[in-house]
């Protein structure tokens, strides 16, 4: 597989969040910083003519996997930055944010392996919406956990 800033950071965030040991906070708090720098220089890429769709896990296994592994993390509130003041807030799941950037980062780098880079970096930018909104909302949990 060719590398590139992306593949480096999913690499690295599967690894952290699946390999060995479980991470502490700050440990995984620094591989979604890297999926998020990874975004800001991966190039927009292509979608090629292969009609092909990575496999995907079934998302309530995956989910139990991820609270398997994660016990302690749970749900959290978040707002709508975009919302109004009055707005209620709203609850996120740790667990789901997981299970969710697994997901993404998995099919960018069967992208990467079975199909091309460019087809991978076109898949992390457009997926960007959805890990994107998981890494930032996760990253502030974390940093909850750290400093309270």
Known sequence: MNSSPA????????????????????????????LVAAYHVTPVGDVSDADVDAPMQNGASL?????????????????????????????????????????????????????SLNDAHFAFRLQFFHWGQHARELSLYLCGRLFG
Do not use: C, N, Q
């Not at 999913?10 to 620094?30: N, Y």
């Open 7 to 34: 593949i480096s950071a999913a690499k690295h965030f599967l690894s952290v969040v699946w390999d060995g040991d479980r991470p502490g906070d700050k440990t995984l708090l620094a591989a979604l910083d890297g």
């Open 63 to 115: 989910y139990a996997e991820v609270a398997a592994r994660f016990p302690t993390y749970g749900a959290y509130p978040v707002v709508d930055p975009t919302g109004s003041l009055d707005d209620a807030l709203m609850v996120a799941d740790a667990i789901d944010d997981l299970a969710d950037l697994t997901l993404d980062m998995r099919e960018v780098l069967w992208l990467a392996d079975h199909v």
